[in-house]
């Protein structure tokens, strides 16, 4: 009975202390920022093997969430003779949802693990304690640019993932299904808005971008450095992304459209 | 690893490509490109109930769109709702005694401001109160009345 306390007890204090390294990493990127600017380069190296890499997958998930989107969308509208609406639901389910969503979990499978393993080699085969040794802050060397990517990559692949998703959903109802084109368009316009839909889900897309890229960074910074240690971090980061976008996006649901 | 001139090339590539797809969404998808902005003019209207009237519904004359509802006040001293449309201003010759409406599009659909135009020769300027006005029908009290003039002619039919 003590030891599963005990137990208990140390997991909280353990969670409790990770958490506290996490943050600690935040203010140390944030201080990076400044030498960053002076060196653009690095940031775009990090856009480079964050962003452009994870493009083609995010585009072409896009384009096949967006497909079938429209071809259920239009049995089940189809059966209240309310085709018309397939634009609206299509684009209204993207960019609030699964736009922001299905491209955070894609993120962190394709670019969150391998940050994680990636920073995590560096510290398993001491590349991080040779860079302090130069008197190289590994944090704004390593980390700061793959932060700054990190975050800003996501509102790029998120819209992205959501106009494919749109013209996927296009190209099932209007060419193959025959919804009417114009009503498709119109439709969508007459009830998308820019500020509640659009920009919400750009919202959504940063404050995933922010969190995965973090949790990335965290994992790999502070994995024990052996090869078990790495791979487990890498689980752990891909785990907890889920995770984390799926619950904060009910709460960002729940605050944004409510 | 790629030169810097490869790599350059391919974020700006994907840069542009993410901002392509915002402004796809946001002029093909969304409603940005239809705010009328700054070149309307305000009407207003006084109406006894305006029923599921909304923020940014439709303004139609002859069932085309002219403008939007920009808000909707309640005027504790009259009891009424006081709604303010806005006009595009290409429709800046409506008639001082047109009629406001509240129509409702199909049986369920959302409830939208239909504007009959009378024939007085002076136009409403920006401002101005659009005096003569519909309210919307309650589906609810319209059902009551039916129920209570059929029950009154029922009983005087036995």
Redesign the interface.
């Known amino acids: 009975m003590v030891t599963m306390l005990a137990q208990l007890g140390r997991w909280g204090l353990n969670a409790v202390q990770r958490l506290g390294l996490a943050v600690l990493l935040l203010p140390a990127m944030a201080a990076g920022t400044v030498a960053l600017l002076r060196r653009p380069?690095l940031l775009?190296?990090q856009?480079?093997s964050i962003?452009?890499l994870t493009?083609s997958i995010v585009a072409v998930a896009g384009v096949f969430v967006g497909m079938v989107l429209g071809l259920q969308g239009y049995y089940i509208l189809a059966q209240f003779a309310a085709e018309e609406a397939l634009g609206v639901m299509v684009?209204a389910s993207l960019?609030r949802e699964l736009g922001p969503v299905v491209t955070a979990l894609l993120f962190a499978g394709r670019a969150g693990s391998a940050l994680t393993a990636e920073i995590g080699l560096m510290k398993a085969t001491e590349q991080l304690s040779g860079l302090e040794m130069m008197a190289v802050n590994p944090i704004y060397r390593v980390l700061t640019p793959r932060f700054w990517a990190g975050f800003l990559?996501m509102?790029?692949?998120a819209?992205?993932f959501?106009?494919?998703g749109?013209m996927g959903g296009w190209f099932v109802g209007v060419v193959l299904l025959g919804v009417d084109d114009g009503s498709y368009?119109t439709q969508?316009?007459?009830k998308?808005?820019?500020s509640d839909?659009?920009l919400n889900g750009?919202i959504k897309s940063v404050v995933f971008g922010f969190v995965c890229t973090w949790i990335a960074l965290y994992q790999g910074y502070h994995a024990i450095p052996t090869s078990a240690g790495v791979g487990q971090a890498t689980t752990r980061t891909v785990v907890l992304s889920s995770l984390v976008v799926l619950g904060l996006d009910f709460l960002l649901t729940a605050l944004m459209f409510g | 690893m790629?030169s810097?001139r490869t790599?350059?090339v391919?974020?700006g590539?994907?840069?542009l490509?993410?901002?392509?797809?915002?402004f796809?969404?946001?002029i093909?998808?969304?409603?940005?490109?239809?705010?009328l902005g700054s070149d309307s003019y305000p009407l207003t209207a006084r109406f006894d109930n305006v029923g599921g009237l909304t923020e940014?519904a439709k303004v139609t004359i002859a069932g085309v769109r002219v403008g939007r509802v920009e808000s909707i006040r309640f005027d504790p001293a009259t009891f009424e709702a006081v709604v303010t449309l806005r006009i595009d201003n290409r429709y800046n010759q409506i008639p001082d005694d047109t009629f406001a409406k509240i129509y409702t599009a199909g049986l369920l659909g959302e409830q939208y401001i239909g504007l009959d135009p009378g024939g007085s020769p002076f136009p409403l300027k920006p401002g101005e109160e659009v005096v003569y006005t519909q309210s919307a029908l309650v589906l609810e009290d319209m059902i009551s009345q039916f129920l209570f003039s059929k029950a009154e002619g029922g009983s005087s039919g036995f």
Do not use: C, H, K
């Open positions: 380069m775009l190296r856009i480079f962003g452009v493009f684009a960019v990559s509102p790029l692949l819209a992205v959501s106009a494919l749109v368009w969508m316009v007459l998308i808005d820019f839909d659009i750009v | 790629q810097n790599i350059e391919m974020v590539t994907f840069i490509a993410g901002l392509v797809a915002l796809f969404l946001a093909r998808v969304s409603n940005f490109s239809g705010e940014r």
